[in-house]
């Protein structure tokens, strides 16, 4: 299983950056995890649009959701290759009404046709990759995952807060992708982002087998964060950078 960086950008990216968004693959079958802006364009540089198997949404803020509207269009006004078929989505349940709002409806038909809402909760699988997700702490309905395929995992934080169960959620993952908006001297309130020392943490403490930190803020210094990190978990740690790849 091959995950790529789409986007790591909290909020908004940094200078030719994108927000937050990660392309898993394995034997053929993709699955566009987050659409945060500009993740739409970087996934193109790796596939087809037309080869997504599913999209999956961790939350309705606008920086992991942006991007599902170009894809929208894309799909639905595409002359050389009109879509056939449904894209199942997974997401909260919260989120099809914010895609709807920016376009002026709320029953629209052109989601109808193109997607095919499922809740997140619940277990799925894209081609051989099982997706298991997790309840974090945001101020929003969030959604953390683990993937898994072929005797490997990797477990996405998505946007959230510590809280006690965070670590076992992320248990043995052969990647940690975990959100690292802060870096020390930073004040800001609790239960809502992370900070990079506390990724460094939740690591150690799930035995994680590598770090990557995402989702740090664009003014921060990326090498501060994965210093702070480092203080805290002892394996192999690394800042998110679009077009990385992580294999498993």
């Known amino acids: ?39 739409f364009s970087r996934l193109q540089q790796h596939i087809s649009y037309h080869d997504i198997g599913a999209l999956v949404l961790t939350h309705g803020h606008a920086d992991h959701i942006a991007d599902v509207l170009p894809f929208m269009y894309a799909l639905g006004f595409d002359p050389q290759e009109p879509a056939t078929s449904t894209v199942p989505v997974y997401e909260p349940g919260d989120v099809a009404p914010s895609l709807k709002w920016p376009l002026g409806g709320t029953s629209l038909e052109i989601f109808k046709r193109l997607f095919d809402f499922h809740k997140i909760t619940e277990p799925f699988t894209v081609g051989d990759m099982r997706f298991e997700s997790f309840k974090t702490r945001h101020p929003a309905e969030t959604y953390g995952l683990r993937v898994s395929a072929n005797g490997g995992s990797v477990v996405y934080t998505s946007d959230t807060g510590m809280y006690p169960e965070l670590a076992d959620h992320c248990r043995d993952a052969d990647v940690l992708i975990c959100e690292a908006t802060y870096v020390d001297g930073v004040e800001a309130a609790a ?22 930190l995402t989702h740090i803020w664009t003014t921060f210094d990326t090498k501060q964060a994965v210093a702070e990190a480092a203080q805290e978990f002892d394996g192999p740690i690394e800042a998110a950078v679009e077009g990385n790849r992580y294999t498993v």
Do not use: E, I
Not at 2 to 12: E, I, P, Q, W
Not at 202 to 212: H, Q
């Open 1 to 39: 299983m091959d995950v790529t960086v789409l986007g790591c950008g909290a909020a908004y990216p940094r200078p030719g950056g994108a927000c937050s968004g990660f392309l898993f693959s394995s034997n053929g079958s993709h699955a566009w995890v987050d659409a945060g802006n500009g993740t």
């Open 191 to 212: 239960g809502v982002h992370l900070w990079a020392r506390q990724a460094g943490q939740v690591a150690r403490d799930a035995g994680a087998k590598r770090l990557v």
